[in-house]
């Protein structure tokens, strides 16, 4: 199982995402947008992020831009979760909000496979 960081403006959505998460067997740390992420990711390497596109101060676009031109995050697999999940080219897997948590899961642990794989 993998550490993902769930990134969300939304806390009740930010806390159903780590229920999900957490009851497929994943740890979860949070962040409230793209700029409280990068905080948490110079702390924590997850092996997964998980962001909305849409969010104040720093947007899920902009974070998934950061996150790939550094270097030291480059690897890490990214899934937007979005009304808006079409914006997000640089992720490597979009869900459109609503999800279904077995679709959640899917991707998650299907992204978390994969970039182990890739590392």
Do not use: C
């Amino acid at each position: 199982m993998g550490t993902i960081l769930a990134v969300d403006d939304e806390p009740d959505l930010r806390f159903l995402m780590r229920r999900i998460l957490t009851r497929a067997g994943h740890q979860v740390v949070e962040a409230g947008n793209g700029a409280i992420a990068l905080d948490v990711l110079r702390k924590t390497r997850p092996d997964l992020v998980v962001t909305d596109v849409m969010m104040p101060v720093m947007d899920g676009i902009e974070l998934i831009d950061r996150l790939r031109a550094d270097p030291a995050t480059a690897t890490i697999p990214i899934l937007a979760v979005s009304s808006h999940w079409h914006l997000a080219a640089g992720a490597d897997a979009a869900l459109g909000k609503p999800y279904d948590r077995a679709d959640l899961v899917a991707a998650a642990e299907r992204l978390l496979r994969e970039g182990r794989d890739r590392r």
